[in-house]
C-alpha cells in the first residue's frame, strides 16, 4: 500500500470511528474493558477498511423499521 493511500486509509477510518461511536451509543451503552456491556466497537485501526463491533446483545443488530414505511 503507498504512503497516500495508507493516509487517506487512516484518515477515513478515523472519520468512519467518529461517526458510528456515537450511533452506536442510542443502541446501548459501550463496553469499557470492565463489566461487559451491550456491544465493543474496537479502536484499534490494522490497516483495512472495516471496523468490527463484538455483541452478544442481539438486539443491537435487529433491524428497525421505521413507522414512516412508506409501503407498509
Not at 15 to 21: E, G, K, P, T
Not at 37 to 57: A, C, F, P
Request: charged share 30%; net charge negative.
Amino acid at each position: 500500500m503507498t504512503s497516500d493511500l495508507m493516509g487517506e486509509q487512516r484518515r477515513e477510518w478515523c472519520i468512519l470511528y467518529d461517526q458510528i461511536r456515537p450511533l452506536l451509543q442510542q443502541f446501548g451503552e459501550e463496553d469499557d474493558g470492565g463489566e461487559r456491556k451491550d456491544y465493543l466497537l474496537l479502536d484499534e485501526n490494522l490497516g483495512l477498511w472495516h471496523h468490527r463491533i463484538e455483541t452478544s446483545n442481539l438486539e443491537i443488530v435487529r433491524p428497525v423499521v421505521s413507522s414512516h414505511c412508506r409501503n407498509c
